[in-house]
């Protein structure tokens, strides 16, 4: 299980650099919901979209773990709302 | 010593209306290794890959030890699959695959070996051919899966790689049922116990090299 989201977790720093810039594109914009919604939700679909497209064969490296696709995606997903959490929460402690 | 029983039943794939597998039935336990032999275009990587579950199929039955998976999470928490093509994660270390595949008190014993110990601080991308096909293989063959499919384990390998990955199969093959195809039917003469071969979407039991020039596989 352990081993299962560390393999999961190296699956979602492959999406992050995507997830990462659309999040900060979407900061000029200075509309908090878009900046949530980008971050959360287009960002997250937009880097498996491409992840499908450019490194499909890597999910054999999984599958060979016993992780299936859904349950990378369904974690990467909370991962990547975890951290959006945390740096809110340190956003509004600063600021 | 576990023993475990795969039977694969009722493979039917079609592309185009072009039958490419019929009714394809295979049964393998621990400790057999497999070869399936086949021209090119004969269906042996989509074999593979249905029953891997990551082809679609008209049909089929995975059974291990009598209980049919339906799940693609059952089948690949018994079956590991080596694809023709690398598929570990370019970006990451030999050391970092190791750490994330192979359990603590298997870690020393996997990386005794002078190719690993060479590589081992070298990133994924770095490797060549030779170098990744051995350390694929090697980290299915220490995984915890009860049946391996290896789709053309020797592909691209130097002769000293070739016989190096062989005699890697069969020592770790006692823990687990092999099933492998490769179009160095020589090698796969030589390791495997039971051999087939793929020809018009049927699968025949091949019991010397002359019924090999009978259906016309070898001149």
């Known amino acids: ?95 | 010593m576990e023993s475990n029983i795969l039977e694969i039943d009722s493979i039917i794939k079609r592309y185009d209306n072009k039958l490419i597998l019929s009714d394809i039935y295979l049964k393998l336990k621990t400790g057999d290794i497999i070869g399936l032999l086949g021209r090119n275009g004969s269906g042996k990587s989509t074999f593979l890959k249905i029953i891997f579950g990551i082809e679609p199929s008209e049909s089929k039955f995975v059974k291990v030890n009598d209980k049919v998976l339906l799940k693609n999470k059952d089948i690949i928490s018994q079956i590991s699959y080596l694809d023709q093509q690398s598929f570990l994660p370019k970006n990451l270390s030999v050391k970092k695959v190791i750490s994330l595949r192979i359990s603590k008190e298997k870690s020393e014993e996997f990386c005794n070996d002078n190719l690993l110990k060479q590589i081992y601080s070298s990133k994924i991308r770095q490797l060549s051919g030779g170098e990744l096909r051995y350390l694929e293989v090697k980290l299915l063959l220490y995984n915890e899966s009860k049946f391996i499919l290896l789709d053309e384990p020797f592909s691209g390998l130097s002769p000293l790689n070739i016989e190096i990955i062989s005699n890697l199969i069969i020592k770790n093959s006692f823990q687990k049922g092999v099933v492998l195809t490769d179009h160095n039917y020589r090698e796969i003469i030589k390791i495997c116990d039971e051999i087939y071969l793929l020809k018009n979407g049927k699968n025949y039991q091949i019991k010397s090299t002359n019924e090999l020039l009978e259906h016309g596989y070898i001149k």
């Open chain 1, 1 to 95: 299980m352990k081993n299962k989201f560390f393999l999961t977790f190296e699956f979602y720093k492959k999406l992050f650099p995507l997830i990462f810039i659309f999040s900060v594109a979407s900061m000029f914009f200075m509309i908090f919901s878009l900046f949530v919604f980008v971050s959360v939700f287009f960002s997250f679909f937009i880097s498996i979209l491409i992840f499908e497209v450019n490194n499909k064969r890597e999910y054999i490296f999984y599958f060979n773990n016993g992780i299936t696709k859904y349950q990378l995606w369904i974690i990467s997903f909370f991962i990547n709302l975890s951290i959006l959490l945390i740096l809110l929460s340190i956003w509004r402690v600063i600021f």
